[in-house]
């Protein structure tokens, strides 16, 4: 069964870093493109970010820059590291797998998502 | 980059009403578009893929059209288990970018 479970969000002051991980099983997080999503309080999804396959990476213009995706084969983990943190990065976190369809897939699973709240 | 607009951003209607949901893309994205519902404080989930390809446990009032720039979702007959939020989102390149969402209620 596959199964995305992220951690690492909480509360951070404004200029801080926060790292995100997304623990998968039920496959391999390098056999398939990830992204993170996110969604701020009462709004609409967001793309934030993919790593591809091959490890090509991507980011929305609003954190290019500021934060990093990566994965960690051993540990079939995604993370996102957050730098830089602004108000308008509160939201809630979301890791998720694209089905593999060439040549790209839709979001097939989703993680239950953690919020980051950014705030003095 | 590509913008993604959907339309109507609400709407009510009725138990047993047809219900339609339009997203366009501001430039070609052929059917690399995929539909997604979020319930009430729940994960999205993911409807249709392909622009009209529905995903496995879908229910078939549920259905996808479209190619190229207009796109759009269709619920058959509306039940009350699908009040819910629906997105549009664009996957043939990055950004993925989402629609800004469809709240769909009872009336």
């Known amino acids: 069964e596959v199964q995305l479970v992220e951690s690492g969000g909480g509360l951070v002051q404004p200029g801080g870093s926060l790292r995100l991980s997304c623990a998968a099983s039920g496959f391999i997080v390098t056999n398939n493109d990830m992204s993170w999503v996110r969604q701020a309080p009462g709004k609409g999804l967001e793309w934030v970010s993919i790593v591809h396959t091959g490890g090509r990476t991507y980011y929305a213009d609003s954190v290019k820059g500021r934060f990093t995706i990566s994965r960690d084969n051993s540990k079939n983990t995604l993370y996102l590291q957050m730098n830089s943190l602004r108000a308008e990065d509160t939201a809630v976190y979301y890791c998720?797998?694209?089905?593999?369809?060439?040549?790209?897939?839709?979001?097939?699973?989703w993680g239950q998502g953690t919020l980051v709240t950014v705030s003095s | 980059d590509i913008q993604m607009t959907q339309s109507p951003s609400s709407l009510s209607a009725s138990v047993g009403d047809r219900v339609t949901i339009t997203c366009r893309a501001s430039q070609a994205i052929s059917n690399y578009l995929a539909w997604y519902q979020q319930k009430p404080g729940k994960v999205p989930k993911l409807l249709i893929y392909?622009?009209?390809t529905l995903q496995s446990g879908v229910p078939s009032r549920f259905s996808g059209s479209g190619s190229g720039t207009d796109f759009t979702l269709t619920i058959s007959s509306l039940q009350p288990e699908d009040v819910a939020t629906y997105y549009c989102?664009?996957?043939?390149?990055?950004?993925?970018?989402f629609g800004q969402g469809t709240k769909v209620e009872i009336k």
């Open positions: 989102q664009k996957y043939n390149s990055a950004p993925r970018t």
């Open positions: 998720a797998r694209e089905a593999f369809l060439a040549p790209a897939g839709p979001l097939d699973y």
């Open positions: 392909a622009a009209s």
